[in-house]
């Protein structure tokens, strides 16, 4: 039985993490492997600036670390910013997949021009980053947001009448005015919105969170990993540094 574990960018109790966890109910995944789902103990408020960047780096670094010595085939990133997946590249050798590069190449697949709908517009600078990593730019139609302030830790529970019909809004404006014939959710928290705007628009509508998912048992299926040439190993892994800083995280 294969195991995969997915890093929960935000420290929660084990009733939001709940619904973390509802995401694997919107892929049919099969036999044969098993998600566990671990949030970070270091983490920022929320992911607007480059000093959440960096915590969030560092919080996810510190979370998947020993994944593989902990017996995982593969490791998942469940938030669309990528949060430390290249520095857990260059520490493990079992797959690590993020978010939000992967829907991005996904939609390539799928169409010519995908926009990525997000919950408000604070989170831009995390799509443009990934966008210019990946040479994209002309590809995303748009970057749009529905205005709506995220909830990291209830994600939409509650909200879905107000909430899911500003997405589908916002998603019609990327398709019609904006030239989308994909649209990617910018966030793991709206995957709650997914079944209701995949049966409303006329486009493919990735879920970002569950495609991880799917390509995480792909990856472990077909013997695939990152390239170390890409993410050379560093000298010494600093396991017992970032476990302290853990500690002390999870102390306040």
Request: proline share 6%; aromatic share 6%.
């Amino acid at each position: 039985m294969a195991r995969a574990l997915v890093i929960v960018p935000f420290p929660m109790s084990e009733e939001n993490l709940e619904m973390r966890k509802q995401q694997l109910s919107s892929v049919k995944l099969g036999e044969g492997i098993e998600f566990d789902f671990r949030p970070v103990r270091i983490a920022p408020v929320n992911y607007v600036s480059q000093q959440d960047s960096v915590l969030a780096d560092l919080g996810i670094l510190e979370a998947g670390i020993r994944a593989e010595a902990e017996g995982y085939d593969a490791v998942c990133i469940d938030t669309v910013s990528d949060s430390g997946v290249t520095p857990l590249r260059s520490v493990l050798n079992i797959p690590v997949i993020g978010a939000g590069r992967h829907a991005m190449l996904t939609a390539m697949m799928l169409g010519d021009k995908f926009s990525i709908l997000a919950m408000w517009d604070r989170w831009r600078h995390l799509y443009t980053k990934a966008l210019a990593e990946l040479g994209l730019n002309h590809k995303c139609a748009s970057l749009r947001s529905a205005g709506l302030q995220p909830n990291n830790q209830s994600l939409l529970a509650g909200k879905e009448d107000e909430f899911f019909p500003a997405l589908y809004k916002a998603a019609m404006a990327c398709i019609e005015e904006d030239g989308a014939d994909v649209i990617i959710l910018g966030s793991t928290t709206m995957h709650q919105a997914h079944a209701y705007l995949a049966e409303r628009l006329p486009v493919p509508v990735i879920n970002p969170g569950p495609l991880t998912y799917r390509l995480a048992k792909t990856a472990i299926n077909l013997r695939l990993s990152h390239s170390r040439a890409a993410f050379p190993a560093p000298d010494a892994p600093a396991l017992q540094r970032l476990a302290k800083m853990g500690d002390a995280a999870a102390a306040l």
